[in-house]
């Protein structure tokens, strides 16, 4: 079955929820058992894959969802928790203990930057921070006891793209664990789990809800690690997502792959719009021919999301204000992966400390939405002419 098809019938039973196409919200914390016996036994069974014992543990809804995310990831399970970033720090802390050492890329998304200096740090947990670019030199990094290897493809923001293969060999050849955060190409366009990685991140507040309104993570898995991450999920930390965005997501996830061909096509004809203008130094987006990523996406990805980065020649911050503020169809967010365009101005110099960013002139991130494309490029045309007149 092809990816889009197993997005629109994945998870779904309409004969057991009297025929509706989209399985119901289920509002449920306490599950009542018929008598003791039923009780008891399901205690036993509450990490299967049907069983239903408590809220906190799964619904008919969120193993719904399991059940999708698992098809399009190929893996055997999935633990949702309420966020993404719920998701990178519940795989990070189900893969460590104290006196162990992990592996963190140097671009990767901040907060898990935060999570490595307090949290862990807390713990007795230490964090080497790598160059993304490292490739097989992540050996000479690894230790005795470095438990956890985690990447992050390509860079939210900085966008280099690591050589997937090369870090993961090393780290099997030591046993030492390996998560992902697949948020920018979600599993339909990078399969984790195929490239022998153990845990699939991805804030599926981005482009599986795709609408901007709902926050929810996932861990994708095999079965042998299911048991540690569901445990600290759900038992220790006490994550769950709630009813409502599991049913969002779902359902942002029917449409996935029709958006996500149309954010890859817009954010391409961008890109390459961004490399004739004489305000830009450079595009950093992988899927164009002359990104020095280029050549590991195309080997390994089966396409490119609606993010990119731009760095525009040396200006003032002011030029940049005028520039970003002007826009019509792009708000000032934080976020991607909705339907909506985005902007944010970044500074990598602020959260960076064993790469150098070199760029003299400032960075802007852009999340490609689904309107028209001539409607960007015309809004992105008249922003610069707005700054030059100001300038
Ligand atoms: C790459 C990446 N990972 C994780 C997250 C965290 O997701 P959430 O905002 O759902 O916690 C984000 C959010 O921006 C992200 O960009």
């Known amino acids: 079955m092809k990816p889009s098809t197993t997005l629109v019938s994945a998870g779904r039973s309409p004969r057991r929820h009297s025929g509706a196409v989209n399985v119901p919200a289920f509002r449920a ?13 399901s205690r036993q069974r509450r990490f299967e894959k049907d069983a239903v014992v408590y809220g906190r543990f799964g619904t008919p809804s969120s ?24 998701a990178c720090a519940t795989a990070i802390l189900a893969m460590v203990k104290t006196g162990d050492h992990v ?17 862990l740090k807390d713990f007795g947990v230490e964090a080497t921070f790598y160059d993304p670019l490292v490739g097989a030199g992540i050996a000479k990094l690894m230790r005795p006891n470095t438990r956890l290897l985690y990447l992050e493809a390509p860079g939210s923001q900085t966008m280099e793209m690591p050589d997937t293969r090369a870090l993961v060999a090393e780290a099997k050849a ?26 699939s991140i991805n804030a599926a507040t981005k482009y599986l809800v795709g609408h901007s309104d709902a926050m ?9 690690l299911f048991d540690r991450v569901k445990t600290v999920a759900a038992a220790y930390l006490g994550n769950c997502p709630g009813s409502e965005e599991v049913y969002l997501c779902l359902r ?21 719009w961004f490399q004739g203008r004489r305000e830009v130094e450079r595009v950093l987006y992988p899927a164009l021919p002359d990104d020095p990523g280029h050549a590991i996406w195309k080997r390994d990805f089966a396409g490119a999301s609606g993010l990119l980065s731009v760095i525009l020649k040396p200006c003032s911050k002011d030029a940049v204000a005028h520039f970003v503020d002007g826009l019509e169809h792009f708000a000032i967010g934080a976020s991607f992966g ?33 309107e028209d494309v001539d409607d960007l490029i015309q809004d992105l045309d008249q922003a610069f002419a707005r700054m030059r007149a100001a300038a």
């Open 338 to 370: 909705g339907y909506e365009s985005l902007v944010l101005p970044f500074d990598p110099r602020h959260y960076r400390s064993v790469t150098k960013w070199d760029a003299k002139g400032p960075a802007i991130r852009f999340h490609i939405g689904l």
């Open 174 to 199: 030591r046993n030492i664990r390996t998560a992902f955060d697949n948020t920018w190409a979600t599993p339909l366009l990078f399969r984790p789990l195929d490239f022998g990685i153990d845990l």
């Open 252 to 272: 942002g996830m029917r449409t996935m792959a029709v958006r996500l061909k149309r954010h890859g096509k817009s954010a391409l004809a961008i890109a390459r």
């Open 29 to 41: 914390s306490t599950i009542t058992a018929p008598d003791l016996a039923t009780w008891e036994a």
């Open 216 to 224: 929810l993570g996932t861990i994708a898995m095999r079965q042998e």
């Open 103 to 119: 592996l963190l890329p140097d671009n990767v998304y901040q907060p898990v930057r935060l999570l490595a200096g307090g949290l």
């Open 63 to 86: 193993q719904a969802l399991e059940d999708a995310v698992a098809a399009i990831e190929g893996a055997d399970r999935v633990v949702p928790v309420s966020s993404g970033m719920a």
